[in-house]
């Protein structure tokens, strides 16, 4: 076993942490600055935290633009990062300055929201309209701050394109999701013949606890 206390350093060529934890959905958040600019950024941090009302979080490592529009703006919009989109949405990675607008950078187009002001990506597929529940930086076990935010928002709207629905169900596959790997340039894609159906075990089955 390769053991190590992060503190001390991994000993690796590199972090193994994001590695592990893979893959992962892109955030690719969507924001507008108090004079209009608009922002899109993606985010490896990213998940789906609570169903109803559905909450969706992304970290950032470091206070970017996202963050500090999502907490003056009070608003955010996640859109769908599918494998077609791949190049704009690494376009969109790039480190520029809070002028940028990055749809015009990516080549993509903006669509406005119905409930917030933060515009959403046309061309994708997905798009969830946010509103901030919390905004908080991140500390270690000792109650440290670490340089690292987290943003929660709660969804209001939800598009979805209907190709992606079949009897009513959203169709993953179809979607195509873009996911984060480990190292500097991973990412990865999902597919038919890595498709596993289990159902949950009804509490029956294993007797009363």
């Known amino acids: 076993m390769h053991s190590y206390r992060p503190r001390e350093g991994h000993r690796l060529a590199h972090d193994p942490l ?10 690719w958040v969507s924001t507008a600055a ?3 600019t608009r922002n899109l950024a993606p985010y490896s941090f990213f998940t789906l935290f ?8 992304f970290s950032s490592t470091g206070r970017k633009d996202s963050v500090a529009n999502a907490e003056a703006g009070g ?29 015009e950078l990516a080549g993509l187009t903006p669509v406005p929201s119905e409930l917030v002001g933060p ?14 529940s919390s905004v ?12 690292a935010w987290l943003v929660l928002g709660e969804v209001v709207m939800v598009h979805i394109d209907e190709r992606l629905l079949v009897d009513g169900v959203f169709d993953t596959l179809a979607a195509d999701p873009l996911l984060r790997g480990g190292g500097p340039s991973d990412y990865f894609t999902i597919g038919e013949e890595r498709r596993l159906r289990m159902d949950r075990p009804d509490a029956a089955s294993h007797g009363s606890r």
Do not use: H, K
């Not at 919009?77 to 607008?101: F, I, K, R, Y």
């Open 119 to 132: 515009p959403r990506v046309a061309e994708s597929l997905v798009a969830f309209e946010c509103r901030v």
């Open 50 to 57: 609570n169903y109803r009302p559905p909450i969706v979080g």
């Open 34 to 36: 108090a004079d209009g």
């Open 18 to 27: 994001n590695s592990i934890v893979a893959p992962r959905p892109i955030g």
């Open 75 to 103: 608003e955010f919009v996640w859109n769908l990062a599918s494998a077609a989109l791949a190049g704009p949405m690494n376009q969109t990675s790039a480190t520029v300055g809070p002028e940028v607008d990055e749809f």
């Open 136 to 147: 908080q930086q991140l500390t270690d076990a000792a109650q440290r701050e670490v340089g």
